[in-house]
């Protein structure tokens, strides 16, 4: 890892906070963000995913789906929202057990797709 001290040192505040906190990184591509959480988190999520270049909604949401089924959520249904995404995501992280998590959203643009709703439910998160 070479520099990054600032962002090294915001992410871990963010880490540390009483809080949940919710960080956004933006910046060019190949700049090195992905590159930059996974090594400040040696790769440890509650969850991640990655939205899909290029895709609509309801490839965006099948992809969100498999992740949570990855991490363990067996019965997460066919997801048609992302109200409902995200209402499974809760669903999710209530069952693991207490402490820091840390949820990894990674080309987050891409799931924004026209009308779907995508930042209305991620607020409501
Ligand atoms: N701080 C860093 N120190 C060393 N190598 C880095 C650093 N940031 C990025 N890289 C390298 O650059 C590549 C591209 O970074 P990546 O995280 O994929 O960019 P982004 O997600 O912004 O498109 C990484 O795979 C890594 O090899
Ligand atoms: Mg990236």
Sequence with gaps: MIGRRAE???????????YSEFVTLYGRRRIGKTFLVNEVFGYNFAFHCAGLKGEGMARQLDNF???LRRYGHDSCPRLKSWLEAFFELERFLERLPNGRKVIFIDEMPWMDTHKSGFLAALEGF
Aim: proline share 0%; charged share 30%.
């Design 8 to 18: 090294i040192k915001a992410l871990k505040t963010a880490y540390e906070s009483s």
């Design 65 to 67: 789906r498999f992740a």
